[in-house]
């Protein structure tokens, strides 16, 4: 199945944001993916390959609470988790990637979530 050229285009962003964010063990990069029906955020160390921590929409304690995972609200929810796992895993600075996402909608209110529960980028 080919990519949409949408798809194409985002997947060019990412890889060009990809070049300059790199996660360390010291700052590893929280990444956020989003589809049409949920979103996902994993918090990943890129020199040793490992992802953290991860939260996304269809997990019990956030799809639960929740009418849909592919709206705002979801994504706020998703923030707020990978910030409060994050925090308990000692990791308390990240790097966003945005993943070829506009900083705009969903991928704005994950980021905004995070930063308020203290994850700091």
Do not use: C, W
Not at 45 to 64: F, M, P, W
Request: glycine share 8%; proline share 2%.
């Amino acid at each position: 199945m080919s990519q949409s050229k949408r798809e194409q285009d985002r997947e060019r962003r990412h890889q060009r944001v990809r070049r300059r964010v790199y996660g360390t063990p010291a700052r590893p990069r929280l990444n956020v993916f989003r589809s049409t029906a949920h979103i996902y955020a994993q918090v990943i160390d890129d020199t040793a390959g490992r992802t953290l921590v991860s939260a996304s929409s269809q997990e019990e304690a956030v799809s639960g609470t929740l009418k849909t995972g592919g709206n705002v609200q979801a994504a706020a929810a998703v923030g707020r988790l990978i910030a409060e796992r994050a925090l308990s895993a000692k990791l308390t600075a990240v790097v966003f990637d945005r993943g070829g996402y506009r900083y705009h909608g969903r991928v704005k209110a994950l980021a905004e979530a995070s930063r308020e529960r203290g994850l700091r980028f």
